[in-house]
């Protein structure tokens, strides 16, 4: 309750005119109210506990035009403080054990109370990937999904999840009260048991049936909306998230800006900031940042995911009816599923890699990331690095940073969306290596080579080294133009110099932390300080991945400069201009032979055969006049102009940088 300091007792008068208003309390002495008080405002209430009440004096706008008084009508009250200018009224039951903040409006309610100490959904434990238990993850509103993936996957250092389960608890405990808060500016309307539950500012509650143990962290900044026929129970809802037409949440935690409706269920399931869930059904699911499921068929399990957008009728089973549901599979950053996809965990599918057709047989093709697997003949066929070729692929990622709809200035989540990156170019290195070590043991004219339960045809493998080395050259080639760009070089020397790293971190692996991209060295370090006690409270943490995420670049240049050699042939202490316009003709081509891929890629989507379905009653003019109609033409389409731009601009950036080298290589 809020201090009696602003509140005085009733007068006689007061009193006087609140039961000729119908209202009743069991005792007048423990309702408090503000100076200025307007008992007219108030009409047929039962007052019981402690009760402050402020002053009633504007009026709401409803839809339509249509105007409220602030007040309180025709409601039970159990020790509840009413804000100024709020509106309550026809609690069917009652409210208990809550402070209303002012200009909230609540009407049509059923029930809505707290029951004992509540820390309303902080220090649930949600049984992610394991539905069986051995991974279970504290939710609280300050998780973001890089402590939660290193709670998940990091279980072989006991001393470090135990710190971090005891920090969860400790802010449990903090946020922890028999009093329940709904925030300033809060709309509860049409709502049926809200129990346990603390509602943040201008959260939008309509029609909706049950939440049971959570909070709903909204903001002025970026509201949460909660719609009709909604159940959730054990729950944290972060900012600027809709959870809306019937979804169902059991032991969850949504980040900021999701969007889950239209029936879909999920138990035990973590999705982080703007994950997308519709018509389908989630268990025991990490759901890193962006991944995205839009139909009724689709089941996603025990599964990590991020970036990913699963196709109709997708699913993957967890156990293989012996010891249960103990089974996990991780699809890294970008993965997808097509239509009718089958995976039997466990399985672990590389970066920005397609999965087409029924999966058995456990294939681990991490460090094959842009690829394809296709099932043929019950087996899985993995065709490297051509995903790396396909419009889609460019399509998602110009997309994502387009649709991060977060709004709250406190960012839970730092979120990389480079495609080409030391963790995928690191993963393509090793690709590369592992491809020519099976080319070398199994001879280069064999039909089908064996990798991780996977087959590779021979041409498969051609074309992935080919396409591999296409991205290591763009990746490097662009990072080389980036950290000279701007300078005037007189002689190799200033090259040199400029090449240098101002930093030593970002040397070695890199690893994707669902959506924070960072060197593997920094992520060990800060888990050290954790288990030390070095870091001792959750901001500290989330203050160490804003760290990792702001520094992004200069560890990019770091790890870049330590594999210059090994790609390139040269060191860079002793690269030359010569070296320098190598690497950009190298760079140029990669760029524009893969942009030309993309090209080819994009007119296949105006081929006559993609055509069919258009003048359905006509003959084949009629059919491309429509289809231009309704698709337009290829040249002019945006994506292809883009890449005809992203050619020419590559082209002139290289250019550039040349034009700023000294004439010849002598000092």
Not at 261 to 274: P, V
Request: proline fraction near 3%; include cysteine; hydrophobic fraction near 35%.
């Amino acid at each position: 309750m809020q201090s009696n300091e602003i509140y005085r007792n009733l007068t006689e008068s007061e009193i006087e005119a609140l039961e000729a208003n119908s209202c009743i309390a069991e005792d007048w002495g423990r309702v408090m109210v503000k100076d200025g008080f307007n008992p007219k405002r108030v009409f047929q209430v039962s007052f019981s506990g402690d009760i402050r009440l402020g002053n009633f004096e504007e009026r709401f706008v409803l839809p339509g035009g249509m105007e409220k008084k602030s007040g309180v009508r025709y409601a039970t009250l159990h020790n509840v403080t009413v804000g100024d200018n709020a509106c309550i009224e026809n609690i069917h039951n009652y409210i208990a054990n809550y402070e209303v903040g002012e200009k909230s409006y609540i009407k049509n309610v059923g029930l809505m109370y707290v029951e004992g100490r509540s820390s309303f959904g902080n220090g649930v434990e949600v049984c992610v990937l394991n539905e069986t238990g051995g991974r279970e993850i504290p939710i609280h509103s300050k998780l973001s999904a890089h402590l939660a993936y290193i709670m998940t996957l990091y279980r072989h250092r006991p001393e470090l999840i135990s710190n971090i389960n005891s920090l969860a608890e400790k802010y449990a405990e903090k946020y922890s009260s028999e009093t329940g808060v709904i925030g300033r500016n809060v709309s509860v309307i049409n709502c049926g048991i809200i129990r346990n539950v603390r509602i943040g500012d201008n959260a939008v509650l309509e029609g909706v049936d049950k939440l049971d143990n959570g909070s709903v962290n909204s903001n002025v900044h970026a509201p949460v909306k909660i719609g009709c026929g909604v159940s959730c129970s054990d729950f944290i809802v972060s900012s600027g998230s809709v959870v809306e037409d019937g979804a169902t949440l059991h032991r969850c935690f949504v980040g900021q800006s999701c969007h889950l409706g239209r029936n879909y269920s999920a138990s035990d399931s973590l999705f982080f900031s703007n994950c997308h869930g519709e018509n389908g059904e989630a268990c025991a699911i990490f759901a890193g940042p962006y991944t995205v499921t839009h139909h009724k068929s689709t089941l996603l399990i025990a599964g990590m995911f991020s970036f990913m957008n699963a196709g109709s009728g997708s699913n993957q089973s967890n156990h293989m009816y012996k010891l249960g549901p103990i089974h996990h599979g991780i699809l890294d950053r970008g993965a997808k599923t097509a239509s009718d996809s089958y995976i039997l965990f466990p399985a672990h599918v590389g970066p920005f890699s397609l999965v087409m057709g029924r999966h058995v047989n456990h294939s681990d093709t991490s460090d094959m990331p842009f690829s394809y697997l296709i099932e043929k003949g019950n087996e899985t066929y993995l065709m490297p690095g051509v995903n790396l070729r396909s419009v889609g692929t460019i399509r998602d990622a110009q997309k994502w940073p387009k649709r991060d709809g977060r709004k709250d200035p406190n960012l839970l989540d730092y979120i990389n969306f480079n495609l080409l990156s030391p963790y995928t170019i690191g993963k393509m290195m090793r690709g590369r290596s592992i491809l020519l070590e099976l080319q070398r043991v199994a001879g280069t004219t064999s039909d089908v080579y064996s990798y991780q339960s996977a087959k590779i045809k021979n041409s498969s493998l051609v074309n992935g080294l080919k396409l591999y080395e296409i991205g290591i050259h763009k990746f490097m080639g662009n990072s080389v133009i980036k950290r000279l760009e701007g300078g005037v070089f007189a002689n190799d020397q200033e090259i040199r110099e400029r090449l240098k790293p101002s930093v030593s971190i970002g040397s070695g692996r890199w690893i994707d932390l669902s959506g924070l991209i960072a060197p593997k060295s920094e992520v060990i370090d800060l888990l050290d300080d954790i288990e030390s006690g070095k870091v001792g409270r959750l901001q500290e943490i989330n203050d160490a991945f804003g760290r990792m995420a702001a520094n992004y670049y200069e560890y990019e240049w770091t790890w870049v400069y330590g594999h210059f050699e090994e790609f390139y042939g040269v060191s860079p202490d002793s690269v030359t201009a010569d070296d320098i316009r190598k690497i950009v003709a190298k760079w140029k081509d990669a760029v524009i032979s893969l942009d030309k891929m993309l090209y080819n890629d994009a007119r296949k989507e105006f081929s006559l055969s993609f055509m069919t379905g258009f003048g359905a009653d006509g003959g084949p003019e009629s059919r491309r006049l429509e289809f231009e109609k309704v698709r337009g033409v290829f040249e002019t389409n945006p994506f292809v102009t883009a890449v005809l731009k992203h050619i020419k601009d590559k082209d002139a950036l290289g250019d550039e940088l040349l034009s700023r080298l000294p004439a010849s290589i002598s000092e």
